[in-house]
């Protein structure tokens, strides 16, 4: 009895087989590719997110540490008896608790009192250059006081000049500049408030900067208070810059820029205009002006594509005791300050793609084997 071979079996060729195994390794090494780098840059966008959220929060606290430093100086200073000091002589005593405030706190631009008949007395720090060529000051002078008397016969105005020790080195006699305080905001505020005020940014009397003051009572007939140059904010801001490219501004509900970065650009000093501060769509970055085409009360955490580059985008509203509307506008690009995870996410995607193109002749090799073993065992049967 004759034996009936078994009919012949349709197999596809072996090299389309082994393209195939190629073909499936590539492809899944190109998707686990795609989905890491997918991964990775979720992982990205949300760690940008927490570190754009963690800035914000350090601007804030800085602001108000800011702020809460003279607060509490004007506090303690507000239970001396500035009513009862009536003259010069009286008032110079306070200029040892003035100089301990103003040392204390470096980024305070004056400190001062004054009363209700419209006398002055104020003191401020002759750290800088500028200040020092403005009221050409002696050269050991660190400390300028400027004391307004209305009550002499014709009024008296006096700069005085003290060394690093409150020693006196130089009395001027200066001519009636015409300042009361009793017409300044800070004062009409502050006498008209039971606690501490802080103004909006004013033009400074006695140096023309822009700054704000914290004023409040002392007594019934003095007001103290305290400045705080924009150009100080400016110097505090810079601090929290993430990246070189950062964009980082404070400004108020009509778009004023309180502080910036670059804290040259935020006055308008065009010849024959009026000193004022700028709206942030007008310090020249493109940036900043296309934010402003949403309005300055607009509050989003986002990423935006903005000129080339992908950046992360916050502006949210700071809440600030006492302080106007205050908002806070940061501008990161994604590539500066995620560049070692970029990196990494490229280098993990070319690495899976690397072992997978190693592992391809290993395919290729066992899938050839194990094709050829199956045509031998086959040919076995069949014989």
């Known amino acids: 009895m004759s034996s009936r071979s078994p009919p012949p079996q349709s197999t596809l060729p072996s090299w389309v087989l082994l393209l195939l195994g190629v073909v499936i390794l590539l492809a899944t090494s190109l998707l686990l590719a795609a989905l890491q780098y997918q991964q990775h840059s979720r992982i990205i966008v949300d760690s940008g997110n927490v570190l754009l959220a963690g800035a914000a929060q350090r601007v804030q606290q800085s602001l108000i540490h800011t702020y809460r430093a003279p607060i509490q100086a004007l506090n303690l200073l507000a239970l001396e008896p500035f009513d009862a000091a009536l003259n010069l002589t009286q008032r110079l005593v306070y200029l040892e608790k003035f100089s301990q405030v ?20 104020l003191m401020r720090p002759l750290h800088e250059t500028q200040m020092r060529e403005r009221f050409d000051v002696p050269d050991a002078a660190m400390w300028m006081v400027w004391h ?17 020790n409150l020693k006196l080195l130089e009395t001027r006699p200066q001519t009636d500049t015409g300042f009361d305080p009793r017409q300044r905001g800070w004062y009409q505020a502050a006498t008209n408030s039971d606690t501490h005020i802080i103004t909006k940014p004013y033009v400074f009397f006695s140096t023309s900067e822009f700054g704000t003051t ?4 002392a007594g019934d007939r003095t007001v103290i208070g305290a400045d705080i140059t924009l150009n100080r904010l400016s110097t505090i801001l810079a601090g929290h810059g993430a990246t070189a490219a950062s964009e980082l501004l404070l400004y108020d509900d009509q778009g004023t820029v309180l502080a910036y970065q670059d804290a040259r650009r ?18 020249g970055s493109t940036l900043l002006a296309t934010l402003a085409e949403d309005g300055y009360l607009m509050e989003r955490e986002t990423t935006m594509v903005l000129e080339g580059r992908q950046w992360l985008v916050l502006q949210k509203k700071l809440t600030l005791q006492h302080i106007a509307d205050t908002y806070l506008a940061l501008l990161i690009p994604t ?5 070692g995870a970029y990196r990494i996410r490229t280098q993990s995607v070319w690495i899976s793609l690397l072992i997978s193109l190693v592992l391809l002749p290993g395919v290729g090799l066992i899938t050839y084997s194990t094709l050829r073993l199956k045509r031998l065992s086959n040919k076995r049967r069949q014989n």
Do not use: C
């Not at 040392?103 to 006398?119: E, F, M, R, S, V």
């Open 214 to 217: 914290v004023a409040r009572s």
């Open 102 to 121: 103003l040392t204390g706190q470096p980024h305070l631009n004056a400190i001062y009192a004054g009363w209700q008949d419209g006398d002055l007395l």
């Open 335 to 339: 590539d500066e300050l995620m560049a």
């Open 266 to 283: 935020i006055m308008n000093t065009a010849h024959g205009s009026e000193l004022r501060l700028k709206t942030f769509n007008e310090l």
């Open 148 to 164: 307004i008397d209305n009550q002499a016969t014709s009024g008296e105005t006096l700069h005085l000049f003290y060394d690093q």
